[in-house]
């Protein structure tokens, strides 16, 4: 639970702090305390290894380039672990809907009119069983090179995290790649029911899909060179966003379809005794990556699977693999204790909550203050922290760098602090948001939104940059794009290696003199270290203030972002000096 300190009350736990955090952390050691500060890499597999610098609106893989798993090498690798990741997420690797023809392999186009993008959502899974052809240098050996960057990526001392996506499939499923006696999604279900428990799908009965656009002249004529029939879908299936109709908006998941897990939405019933097929399904293709030596899972819209499903699937998966990771995305607060508690999740995105405080701090958006962040952890006071993945960037979030957001990369600084010493829980960054990048360009489907398209093929300059034609040296980046690297390989590297940071007591300091409503401190406390964070998401103002914590008189304070040390005054004050859009993280000596 978070507690909160005025800084005479920070006078009486100073001089407790050693031995009771000793006793604490004694406490969690021998009750087989984990370390959850996880430091989580996400990168897009199809943009990350592309080199080719020039794209065209809505081009092909051979017109604007696409990365493979054989460029994410081990200089690529070792690059992520030199910026302190332990666990590196790759995004899309997984089969998906998309206008790539590889007939020759067995995988024909999808019709585009069932297709977000050139390339493809990749949340939209045309077989659970197989990898996405665009991503091997060979096809027929696509699963051998993406199990060799499994066995690279261990080789670094990194934990491989793939996605599980549970909630839709493609529209138009169909897995050449199973296993022996696996039957397809929908394969034995009876389409004249809107609902049955034996049904993998959802139907709209004597209805026919009509998908919003049918695919517009102007894109039809851009995409001439595309083999094109008439996609049909009769009776329509129920469309990914819990949307039953057979005409489902632009605004809509209309690529997927939803999948039946034993719900029956029209008369708000369980179906979950006997076990519903999807949920045999599912559990035979989280087993199937396990035994590939996959570390993790982040499960795409884990909110709109029940509840029971996880309960049920999670331990069997542990059975095998103990120490695999379940990672939640979910975006309603008032089920997080669920999904956590009773779902067995071990991860959940902190995204209705932090990010969102952080973000109207970081934009400087009226009415922001830092009293945001002390709301959210008033709000999450009966979560546990170190369950909470932080972030900033991920790939359905705008760049900070991007004109919408921010448009200055450096003005995440305090927020990207803050995400990585607020708690214990694992910190997350996503590939490009080191260098700054700022997503530039209408890429196709993805329109100029501020985002790194995931349904396009396209290039991410910034990381391009420090790609450098495959070098990973950074060979390309300008000084400024070199120096907010070096800031975030500094960070991760402190939350990666601080005790305090990794399992040490949180403290928030309340009425600090001399400080704004957008001015924050607090301390983290462990048995072997004691850090003091600072931070100011002032874009105009420096902070210039006195600290005063018992017991530091004369003792030594080093600010670890900057490596600058002082001294403590005789009268136990701390010198706190922090630029605008800055943050300080002191260790103070013992």
């Not at 999904?339 to 934009?363: H, P, Q, S, T």
């Not at 009293?371 to 359905?396: G, K, M």
């Not at 990973?472 to 070096?486: I, M, P, S, V």
Request: glycine content about 8%.
């Amino acid at each position: 639970m978070k507690k909160q300190y005025t800084l005479l009350m920070v006078a009486a736990l100073w001089l407790l702090s050693s031995g009771a955090a000793h006793a604490q952390e004694t406490m969690e050691n021998e009750a087989g305390h984990t370390h959850h500060k996880l430091v989580i890499y996400q990168l897009m597999v199809r943009l990350y290894g592309n080199k080719q610098t020039h794209q065209q609106f809505y081009g092909s893989a051979e017109q604007n380039g696409v990365g493979k798993f054989n460029d994410i090498t081990d200089k690529a690798l070792e690059g992520m672990k030199q910026l302190g990741a332990s666990h590196v997420w790759f995004t899309g690797v997984l089969e998906h809907a998309s206008m790539a023809d590889y007939s020759a392999y067995g995988i024909p186009a999808d019709d585009p009119i069932i297709v977000k993008g050139r390339a493809g959502s990749p949340y939209a899974v045309r077989d659970y069983y197989d990898v996405d052809p665009d991503l091997a240098v060979s096809v027929p050996n696509r699963m051998a090179e993406w199990e060799a960057l499994i066995d690279r990526t261990h080789a670094h001392g990194l934990k491989v995290v793939m996605d599980f996506v549970p909630n839709h499939v493609a529209r138009n499923y169909h897995s050449d790649a199973k296993p022996a006696g696996v039957a397809d999604f929908g394969a034995a279900d009876n389409t004249s029911v809107v609902f049955s428990p034996h049904n993998d799908f959802y139907y709209v009965p004597g209805q026919t899909l009509v998908v919003p656009g049918m695919l517009n002249p102007q894109l039809k004529a851009m995409l001439s060179d595309l083999p094109y029939k008439p996609y049909v879908e009769n009776p329509a299936k129920a469309t990914g966003n819990n949307v039953f109709s057979a005409t489902p908006s632009v605004d809509d998941w209309y690529e997927t379809v939803k999948l039946n897990y034993g719900i029956d939405y029209q008369a708000n019933q369980d179906h979950f005794d006997p076990i519903p097929p999807v949920w045999q399904k599912m559990r035979d293709i989280l087993l199937y990556w396990t035994y590939k030596h996959v570390d993790g899972f982040r499960c795409d819209m884990a909110e709109m699977v029940p509840v029971a499903f996880w309960r049920w699937v999670i331990p069997q998966v542990k059975q095998v693999n103990p120490g695999i990771i379940f990672v939640a995305e979910s975006y309603n607060p008032n089920d997080y204790t669920k999904y956590l508690n009773e779902a067995r999740f071990d991860y959940l995105y902190d995204k209705v909550g932090m990010y969102d405080a952080l973000k109207r701090l970081i934009r400087n958006e009226p009415g922001a203050e830092v009293s945001d962040i002390d709301h959210v952890l008033q709000t999450q006071s009966q979560l546990d922290p170190s369950r909470l993945v932080r972030f900033l960037e991920n790939h359905d979030e705008e760049r900070v760098a991007s004109p919408g957001f921010a448009g200055n990369a450096w003005y995440a600084r305090p927020a990207m602090v803050a995400c990585a010493t607020l708690g214990s829980g694992p910190v997350m960054v996503y590939f490009g948001q080191e260098e700054g990048e700022r997503a530039a360009g209408v890429e196709g489907f993805g329109g100029e939104d501020g985002r790194t398209t995931i349904f396009d093929y396209w290039g991410v300059a910034a990381h391009q940059a420090w790609m450098n034609n495959g070098a990973f040296d950074g060979g390309q980046l300008t000084d400024d794009q070199r120096n907010l690297r070096n800031f975030y390989a500094t960070l991760l590297n402190i939350t990666a290696q601080s005790p305090a940071l990794q399992n040490g007591v949180f403290q928030e300091i309340k009425d600090c003199p001399g400080f704004s409503n957008k001015q924050y401190a607090f301390l983290r406390t462990s048995s072997t270290q004691q850090l003091l964070v600072v931070l100011n998401f002032d874009h105009n103002q420096a902070l210039d203030a006195q600290l005063t914590l018992p017991g530091v008189s004369g003792k030594t304070i080093k600010d670890l972002l900057s490596g600058h040390s002082l001294v403590a005054g005789q009268a136990n004050n701390i010198p706190v000096k922090v630029g605008p859009y800055d943050a300080a993280i002191y260790e103070i000596g013992r």
